[in-house]
């Protein structure tokens, strides 16, 4: 379906970036792999990538947390996969503390990745979209895009924030066949939230499987976790011509959670 077309994919060496570089490479598409990790183990899922699929498939480290980075993630895209058509902006980090505790760094940080990234990349690729008059651009927002959980100033901020930006540029490009949307996940097992459900097992002495059900309990009615194909296949679909009239829309897929 999307054969021949050219996709970034922010943070995808691992979760839910992985699984929506998979899902459009599974549709046809070129990627521009990106993120963190040890070198040996991205050049593995590259490699998965190419033959699973049979589509050029590149990385680049760029730190999403320096803008110049950012600037220079899609011209080397555009470079190496002769330009860029659909770009997801998932990368994003996460830090758990009340405010008064809040590290302001960590507030900078978690700004950075997860909102000033996906502006300063729409900002460069919507020049050539608006050349080519055809572009996807798909952020990665939250539930916490939509509703608050204590301890997560930055990133709930963040993803408001993202939201917003969604609906500026699917103005900005309504009269166009470039769309912007974003994905509101819930739960998603993936290092992010391994990490949660560890700090949580430690901090109520409670094995991790306990701590993984009740993190389901208190927030997703399905008790089930969201997954990462889940994610990409909705991807696939907002860059298809079925999705065409769907802009600056946030679509949960969340067990519910934002349903309470
Ligand atoms: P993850 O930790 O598995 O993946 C994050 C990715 O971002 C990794 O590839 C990592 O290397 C990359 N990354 C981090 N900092 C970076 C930087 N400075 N520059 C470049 N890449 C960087 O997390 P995930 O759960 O897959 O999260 C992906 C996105 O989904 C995030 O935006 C997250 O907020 C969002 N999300 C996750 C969940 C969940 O439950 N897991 C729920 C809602 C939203």
């Given at each position: 379906m999307l054969r021949g077309k050219a996709a970034i994919v922010?943070?995808?060496t691992s979760g839910i970036g992985l699984g929506i570089a998979r899902a459009l490479a599974e549709a046809g598409c070129k990627i521009m792999l990106n993120g963190f990790g040890d070198p040996l183990a991205i050049e593995q899922e590259r490699k998965r990538i190419v033959r699973d699929f049979g589509v050029e498939t590149h990385f680049d480290s760029a730190d999403l947390s320096k803008p110049a980075e950012v600037q220079q993630l899609v011209e080397s895209s555009t470079r190496e996969l002769g330009g860029v058509d659909?770009?997801?902006?998932?990368a994003g980090i996460q830090h758990t503390a009340p405010i008064e505790d809040f590290p302001p760094e960590r507030w900078d940080a978690v700004i950075a990745i997860n909102?000033?990234?996906a502006f300063h990349a729409t900002r460069a690729v919507i020049p050539q979209m608006r050349k080519r008059n055809w572009g996807r651009i798909i952020n990665i927002a939250s539930?916490?895009?939509?509703v608050a959980s204590a301890e997560k100033?930055?990133?709930?901020?963040?993803?408001?924030?993202?939201?917003?930006l969604t609906k500026v540029v699917a103005l900005e490009t309504a009269t166009t066949e470039i769309t912007c949307n974003a994905i509101c996940p819930?739960?998603?097992l993936t290092p992010l939230v391994e990490k949660q459900i560890k700090e949580r097992a430690q901090h109520e002495h409670i094995v991790e499987q306990a701590a993984k059900n009740e993190l389901l309990a208190e927030k997703q009615p399905s008790h089930e976790f969201a997954t990462p194909e889940q994610i990409g296949a909705l991807t696939v679909f907002l860059c298809s011509e079925a999705a065409a009239q769907i802009r600056g829309a946030a679509i949960s897929i969340d067990g519910g959670w934002t349903a309470q």
């Open positions: 922010t943070g995808s659909i770009l997801v902006n998932n909102l000033s990234a539930a916490h895009g939509l100033a930055a990133y709930v901020a963040s993803k408001h924030g993202i939201l917003g819930g739960w998603v």
